[in-house]
Nanobody
Framework: QVHLAESGGGLAQTGESLRLTCVIS????????MGWFRQAPGKQREVVAW?????????????GYGDSVKGRFTISRENAENTIVLQMSSLKPEDTAVYYC?????????WGQGTQVTVSS
């Protein structure tokens, strides 16, 4: 059974940076994609970033970003290959949300519990 554990959320001021980490345990051999969604109060869940695992770690893997975070957030794989990192820079109050890590395998999608990010102006 896949388990996702997020960490690194917290409070930041506008313009500051935060780093989120997601560690997957019970990693299946069919891991395809990992990434992040976020959900702010009263809003729908939206995609933040994703990265593919269908290539060796050394080649990085294809990745993508939601329009609202392009140029400010960077997603990457860690050496252990069971960890992804979301480096968030130039944070804005509208980035305030619960950030959820997810993984996609041939068996479907799994979610983490979420970590709160709050950006004050």
């Amino acid at each position: 059974q896949v388990h996702l554990a997020e960490s690194g959320g917290g409070l930041a001021q506008t313009g500051e940076s935060l780093r989120l980490t997601c560690v997957i345990s019970g990693r299946p051999s069919t891991l395809v994609t990992m990434g992040w969604f976020r959900q702010a109060p009263g809003k729908q869940r939206e995609v933040v970033a994703w990265i593919n695992f269908d290539s060796p770690y050394s080649s990085g893997g294809a990745r993508g970003y939601g329009d609202s975070v392009k140029g400010r957030f960077t997603i990457s794989r860690e050496n252990a290959e069971n960890t992804i990192v979301l480096q968030m820079s130039s944070l804005k109050p509208e980035d305030t949300a619960v950030y959820y890590c997810y993984s996609d395998t041939q068996n479907g999608r799994d979610w983490g519990q979420g970590t709160q990010v709050t950006v004050s102006s």
